[in-house]
Nanobody, 128 residues
Framework: QVHLAESGGGLVQPGGSLRLSCKFS????????VGWFRQAPGKEREFVAG????????YYADSVKGRFTISRDNAKNTVFLQMNNLKPDDAARHFC?????????????????????WGTGALVTVSS
C-alpha cells in the first residue's frame, strides 16, 4: 500500500522561499512518477511540477518555471519541491501525488485525475 506524506508548508513573505517534502511509503518507489499539485480555495486543483521514474525527467507548469525546482532522492523515498520567489498567487494547499504512468497533456502538464495516490497536503501561505 502506498502512502504519501507532505511536510514543509508554512507562512512566507512574497519573494521568500520554502521547500516541500513528500515522503513515499510503500513498495517500488523508483517505479512511480511523483507530481506536485495545488488547490486554492474556490479553484480547481492544478499541476505544479512532476518528476518521472528512472532518469527523472522533470515537468513544470508555466507559472512556476524558473522559480520552482522538483527533485527526487530515491535512496530516501522522498521528492522535494524547492519554491523560490514565492508570489501571493502561489498560496494554496500543495499536494504530492504518485502514479506509475501519469497522464500528460500537450503542454507537459499532468492531469490530477490520472494520479492514483495522494497525500493530505501542505498549506503554503504567501503574505506580507
Amino acid at each position: 500500500q502506498v502512502h504519501l506524506a507532505e511536510s514543509g508548508g508554512g507562512l512566507v513573505q512574497p519573494g521568500g522561499s520554502l521547500r516541500l517534502s513528500c515522503k513515499f511509503s510503500g513498495p517500488n518507489f523508483g517505479s512511480f512518477a511523483v507530481g506536485w499539485f495545488r488547490q486554492a480555495p474556490g479553484k480547481e486543483r492544478e499541476f505544479v511540477a512532476g518528476v518521472t521514474w528512472g532518469s527523472g525527467t522533470t515537468y513544470y507548469a508555466d507559472s512556476v518555471k524558473g522559480r520552482f525546482t522538483i527533485s527526487r532522492d530515491n535512496a530516501k523515498n522522498t521528492v522535494f519541491l524547492q519554491m523560490n520567489n514565492l508570489k501571493p498567487d502561489d498560496a494554496a494547499r500543495h499536494f504530492c501525488a504518485a502514479d506509475l504512468v501519469p497522464t500528460l497533456s500537450r503542454d507537459g502538464s499532468w492531469s490530477p485525475y490520472g494520479m492514483d495516490y495522494w497525500g493530505t497536503g501542505a498549506l503554503v501561505t504567501v503574505s506580507s
